[in-house]
């Protein structure tokens, strides 16, 4: 038995149901008149203390990326009290973890020069409308973007980002054949992480951009 109701759906139905029938951009790295790349991708990494919404954030490390490579940088570490004092908590099993890792990434993660969750929250925010980041790129996207959206949202403020516009890394790497190679830097830097992270990608776009234009001829 089907019931029917004349009720409006909520407007977050809405707004999904109208982002679903949104046509798709070209994906198209180049401004067609400059010639010059266009970076609107960003490749972020986050460390935590947690793997769920909610937890403490330790770090932000993002890279504007393209098909060409590599642009801007940025990257912050945050207060731990800081992310108690609007209820981000720490998950024992993870801290743990981090008692594995080595000397380097905890010094990272744990340094006595961090910033406030909330300036550093604001500051990525202006730092992606600057570079006119447009798509967040995770590796993993049930991950970063959904934590730090968690954060933004503990301090008061929204996620610079539309939620139909994060990407999942591991999605394209499979695509494109490629695989992540971390050997530069300190694994579990979110910066470092982050640098390995755009790298790949915009290998897997060149890959992908190359087979399409070879399909292309062939035809």
């Known amino acids: 038995m089907t019931t029917t109701t004349n009720e409006a759906p909520a407007p977050e139905a809405q707004q999904r149901r109208a982002d679903d029938k949104r046509p798709q951009e070209p994906l198209d790295w180049r401004d067609a008149e400059l010639g010059l790349a266009v970076m609107s991708d960003v490749m972020v990494d986050i460390e935590t ?10 770090s932000i490390g993002a890279v504007m990326f393209g098909m060409d490579g590599l642009g801007e940088r940025f990257y912050a570490p945050i207060q731990l009290i800081s992310c108690a004092d609007v209820g981000l908590v720490i998950d024992p099993a993870t801290v743990e973890w981090w008692m594995r890792q080595s000397d380097e990434a905890r010094a990272a993660a744990f ?33 970063d973007a959904p934590l730090l959206e968690a954060a933004y949202k503990a301090c008061g403020l929204v996620a610079p980002w539309k939620f139909h516009n994060v990407r999942d890394t591991r999605t394209l790497y499979d695509l494109a054949g490629v695989k ?40």
Do not use: S
Not at 49 to 58: C, H
Not at 191 to 210: F, K, M, N, S, W
């Open 49 to 58: 203390l947690g793997t769920k919404p909610g937890v403490a954030i330790l």
């Open 111 to 143: 340094p006595e020069n961090a910033h406030p969750l909330w300036r550093v929250l604001v500051d990525f925010a202006n730092w992606l409308t600057l570079h006119g980041a447009k798509y967040p790129w995770c590796h993993g996207a049930g991950f």
């Open 180 to 219: 992540v190679d971390r050997r530069a830097g300190t694994h579990h830097h979110a910066l470092d992480d982050a640098i390995a992270q755009a790298e790949t990608a915009a290998r897997a776009l060149r890959t992908i951009h190359v087979n399409k234009v070879m399909g292309e001829v062939l035809l």
